[in-house]
């Protein structure tokens, strides 16, 4: 996949060159807590596929693995453009909102279904996952 994408008042931009690892809706509650709505929607690609230029801030929470999830945004307008799960060393995980051809984005699942509000509805023919699906 080659992509582009950036935040709200393009300060910050990436450039995706590779095929994503996965693709999904995640409705963890940080997830929530992060996007101010019901989940987050990301493709997850090897971090060495995702070229960012602009300056960002960061924020890291403790994740359910016990490892920090650090989310990276722009400073400028805030947009949450990135993640770095500690947990998948080498993976960044792209906000799919923030790329330029949105359509390029193709959920495959639906984690932390457990924690999904009631009125934050996704297509139900996607594999759903309580928490995290196991890596195999």
């Not at 080659?2 to 393009?10: E, F, M, T, V, Y």
């Not at 995980?93 to 509000?117: C, E, H, I, W």
Request: proline share 7%.
């Amino acid at each position: 996949m080659k992509a582009s994408g950036g935040c709200l008042c393009g300060e910050v931009r990436y450039e995706l060159d590779g095929e994503p690892i996965f693709q999904g809706h995640c409705h963890c509650v940080d997830c929530q807590k992060a996007t101010g709505t019901g989940h987050v929607s990301v493709l997850a690609l090897p971090s060495d596929c995702v070229k960012v230029t602009g300056r960002t801030g960061s924020y890291a929470v403790m994740a359910d693995s016990g490892m920090p999830y650090t989310r990276f945004f722009c400073v400028n307008c805030g947009s949450l453009v990135f993640g770095e799960p500690a947990s998948m060393p080498g993976v960044r995980t792209v906000t799919a909102g923030t790329l330029d051809n949105v359509s390029l984005f193709q959920p495959q699942m639906v984690v932390y279904a457990k924690d999904r509000p009631a009125w934050d509805k996704i297509d139900s023919g996607l594999p759903e996952f309580e928490t995290m699906p196991p890596r195999g």
